[in-house]
Nanobody, 123 residues
């Protein structure tokens, strides 16, 4: 099973990026998935999660309507649209998948992880 993120890069403050996560080796169409991030010297923190259908989502407070999580089960993909980016959003962003259906913000309850994609927001 492999999760691979893409779409990171360097963007100016106020700009946008769209992260993508593709799963291979098994389907996660019936599982909860999420995005996390980790800045240098900080712990990994929850960003957003989505249920199997995409009908239920859960966001960290700092997102404040700037990010949108979505998924395309037919393509085994998940996305994170990030708008109004701030320098403090700079981090490595990871996608993760659970073997269950419930949403959670705890990284310890996710079973599969990608390698991460770097997002850098300049001021």
């Amino acid at each position: 099973v492999q999760l691979v993120e893409s779409g990171g890069g360097l963007v100016q403050a106020g700009g946008s990026l769209r992260l993508s996560c593709v799963a291979s080796g098994r389907t996660f169409s019936t599982n909860a998935m999420g995005w996390f991030r980790q800045a240098p010297g900080k712990e990994r923190e929850f960003v957003a999660a989505i249920n199997w259908s995409g009908g239920s989502t859960y966001y960290a407070a700092f997102v404040k309507g700037r990010f949108t999580i979505s998924r395309d089960n037919a393509k085994n993909r998940m996305f994170l649209q990030m708008n109004s980016l701030k320098p403090e959003d700079t981090a490595v962003y990871y996608c993760a998948a659970r073997l269950t259906v419930t949403l959670t913000s705890s990284p310890y309850e996710y079973d599969y992880w990608g390698q991460g994609t770097q997002v850098t927001v300049s001021s």
